[in-house]
């Protein structure tokens, strides 16, 4: 994959907050275009898989848990420096700690329910974007 794209996740918390189009519209006012986007309920064998290098945390299970209770809705961007811009575009992990303005401080609650996923480097991206989208022509 080039290193102009990133994957996304709205998280199963901005589906049901109604944030959908919210999150998507400031996602496309930063420049991003989107490649490929579908709505999809991961099941626990998914949350577990995608999340595997989190296994040995603490909070791994309410991930799952929180992950897979309701639809996401999964994507590929593209945009110059896709992956280090997207980060900045949806602030820290923490929602606390988010800039003003990013996606997280607007609409994530907490650490663990904080609205969206992006990639944190090209490889992750990849990665990511075959894990929701194998077999599309995408890339
Ligand atoms: N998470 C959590 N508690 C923590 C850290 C992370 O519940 O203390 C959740 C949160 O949903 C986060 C995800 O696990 O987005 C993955 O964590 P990571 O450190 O990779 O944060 P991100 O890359 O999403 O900012
Ligand atoms: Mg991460």
Redesign the pocket.
Not at 111 to 114: S, Y
């Given at each position: 994959m080039a290193t102009n794209r990133t994957f996304t996740m709205l998280?199963p918390d901005s589906i049901e907050k109604g944030y959908t189009g919210a999150i998507l519209e400031k996602i496309n006012a930063a420049g991003f275009k989107i490649v490929a986007m579908k709505m999809t309920q991961m099941t626990k064998r998914d949350a577990e898989n995608f999340?595997a290098?989190?296994k040995d945390?603490p909070?791994f299970g309410?991930?799952v848990e929180?992950m897979t209770r309701g639809p996401i809705v999964a994507a590929v961007l593209e945009k110059d420096n896709a992956v280090e811009d997207f980060r900045v575009l949806?602030g820290?992990?923490n929602p606390e700690e988010a800039a003003e303005g990013t996606i997280r401080k607007l609409y994530a609650a907490s650490?663990?329910?904080?609205a969206v996923?992006?990639s944190?480097s090209d490889e992750n991206a990849a990665i990511e974007s075959a894990f929701h989208f194998a077999g599309r022509e995408i890339f």
């Open positions: 998280k999340y290098i989190h945390r909070f309410e991930l929180y949806i820290a992990t650490i663990g329910e904080n996923h992006g944190d």
